[in-house]
């Protein structure tokens, strides 16, 4: 599907839209600008005539006769009335043409803004970040993120955004303190318009805040429930139902498992004769499935090449692309070309020759992705899960999954395995390549990953899958 009419790309699905985004906002706030100058020329303009007009409002009969009794008055009168009156409401009229051209302009500009459906998808991608990461919505609304701090803060407006999504999403605890944070932060505009554009209207978040905690709560507490809503958001709620326990994968996008023992690390100068000459570090991840890492194996400019894209290049990525059939959940965003769209493609691919000792011929396409805020991917195989694809073996299934870091993430958006207790965090030029299938070309489950949620960062991966029948003659059986 070509990406101009992908009516389901959001802005929030990739840091390329988001970043896009960004320099749409500084058109948007240039054209703002411009009317304001225009509007303070016209107004320095008038004010040329105005000041040359400068006598007083003579109110009494008696005093405007005596004025025109000058006879220098009553001609000046005269001619200024004449000529000078049509002239500036002829100024005033194409002044009025010129800022509806302006105004038109902008309203061009707002056909481009994110849709309630954007806002949607990245206030999930922010309640993915404080629910899977375990953060505090007051941590969150100050800028500290899994022990990270950031310097930005929440306004009452973006609390409120997250109140009332949380709200819609029955996240009623969430909610709550979503409300209280954005009560706590409102900052009452001195300004008539402004206060009805920023519209935190302090008595509907306590009502909110109130009705959230009833959904939760009991009737009989209320009173409590009316006393938090005048407290700091730092002062933790009562009565407050136990959570469910983290999910394995939660558990371990927040690092609670221990690091990977170090099996083995080493040059690999074998694999194929090219590797004698450019030795690749090479870290064998584990046995089962088995996995290696290999750092330094794209250059900067290489890098640079292959992300070389504005998010016009960029479709959307569900979920099902992949196993997990009718998954509309966007993951990232992503290019897919073929291998022979390039010089550099083809670099790549014998770059993935000489690491696995396979023949990377043109089996499956090269896909670049990059997540977008609070990305994530859920847990699913690369290869095909043959309870919903039986013809799998017919049709050849992905053996090897070759997954390269274009960048490094600061925080968040780990490649985890669970079952095989795994976690690998991204490093810009690292490339992780695994089995899919064992030797029977059976699907190896432990192969089974998911992407931990982005917090900060910007994450580019590129993949690749080949089929296991491209390979009958090449791989080697690992035992
Ligand atoms: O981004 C990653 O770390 C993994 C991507 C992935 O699993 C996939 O594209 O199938
Ligand atoms: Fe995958």
């Known amino acids: 599907k070509e990406s101009d009419e992908d009516d389901s790309k959001v802005y929030s699905g990739s840091i390329l839209a988001l970043g896009e985004l960004r320099e749409f906002e500084n058109s948007y706030m240039d054209q703002l600008n411009n009317y304001i100058k225009s509007l303070q020329r016209k107004v320095e303009t008038l004010r040329i005539f105005t000041d040359?007009?400068?006598?007083?409002?003579?109110?009494s009969e008696a005093s405007r006769f005596e004025y025109v009794s000058n006879p220098l008055?009553?001609?000046?009168?005269?001619?200024?009335?004449?000529?000078?009156?049509?002239?500036?409401?002829?100024?005033?009229?194409?002044?009025?043409?010129?800022?509806?051209?302006?105004?038109?302009e902008?309203?061009?500009?707002?056909?481009?803004?994110?849709?309630?459906?954007?806002?949607q998808e990245a206030s999930l991608g922010m309640y993915r970040i404080e629910h899977f990461y375990n953060l505090s919505s007051t941590d969150m609304s100050k800028g500290?993120?899994?022990?990270?701090?950031?310097e930005t803060q929440m306004c009452a407006s973006e609390c409120l955004a997250l109140a009332e999504y949380m709200f819609n999403k029955s996240e009623y605890r969430r909610a709550a303190q979503w409300y209280r944070l954005a009560l706590h932060n409102i900052k009452e505009p001195t300004n008539k318009i402004a206060l009805q554009i920023y519209k935190p209207h302090r008595e509907e978040l306590r009502k909110m805040f109130v009705i959230s905690r009833l959904h939760e709560g009991a009737l009989d507490n209320i009173s409590d429930y009316l006393e938090e809503v005048n407290q700091d958001p730092e002062i933790p709620l009562l009565?407050?139902?136990?959570?469910?326990?983290?999910?394995?994968?939660?558990?371990?996008?927040?690092?609670?498992?221990?690091?990977?023992?170090?099996?083995?690390c080493r040059y690999n100068f074998t694999t194929t004769p090219f590797m004698r000459i450019a030795p690749l570090k090479e870290e064998e991840i584990s046995k089962d499935p088995l996995m290696w890492l290999y750092?330094?194996?794209?250059?900067?400019?290489?890098?640079?090449?292959?992300?070389?894209?504005?998010?016009?290049?960029?479709s959307q990525g569900y979920a099902d692309n992949y196993t997990a059939p009718k998954n509309p959940d966007r993951v990232f965003q992503v290019k897919i070309t073929d291998d022979d769209g390039g010089k550099m493609d083809k670099a790549l691919v014998n770059r993935m020759t000489d690491i696995s000792g396979l023949a990377m011929g043109n089996v499956s396409s090269l896909a670049r992705a990059n997540y977008g805020l609070g990305g994530y991917f859920q847990e699913h195989s690369d290869y095909k899960d043959p309870r919903i694809y039986p013809e799998r073996i017919?049709?050849?299934?992905?053996?090897?999954?070759f997954l390269f870091y274009a960048t490094d993430v600061p925080l968040g958006g780990a490649t985890i395995f669970p079952a095989a207790n795994l976690t690998i965090q991204p490093k810009k030029g690292s490339a992780l390549f695994w089995y899919n299938l064992h030797n029977n070309w059976e699907p190896n489950p432990l192969t089974r990953h998911a992407v931990c949620p982005m917090i900060q960062g910007n994450r580019w991966i590129f993949t690749k899958s080949m089929l296991n029948y491209q390979q009958m003659f090449t791989k080697p059986c690992y035992k």
């Open 394 to 401: 017919s049709e050849g299934d992905s053996l090897i999954t």
């Open 239 to 264: 009565h407050l139902k136990p959570i469910p326990p983290a999910t394995a994968i939660e558990r371990r996008c927040r690092g609670e498992f221990p690091p990977r023992p170090q099996l083995v």
């Open 295 to 314: 750092h330094d194996v794209l250059y900067d400019s290489e890098i640079a090449h292959f992300i070389n894209l504005t998010s016009e290049d960029l």
């Open 106 to 119: 902008i309203h061009k500009l707002l056909k481009r803004t994110p849709t309630a459906e954007d806002l």
């Open 144 to 150: 500290l993120l899994a022990g990270q701090q950031l």
């Open 73 to 104: 008055n009553a001609f000046e009168l005269m001619r200024r009335a004449h000529e000078d009156w049509p002239k500036w409401m002829t100024y005033l009229r194409a002044q009025e043409k010129d800022q509806d051209n302006q105004l038109s």
């Open 52 to 59: 040359s007009v400068k006598h007083k409002i003579l109110e």
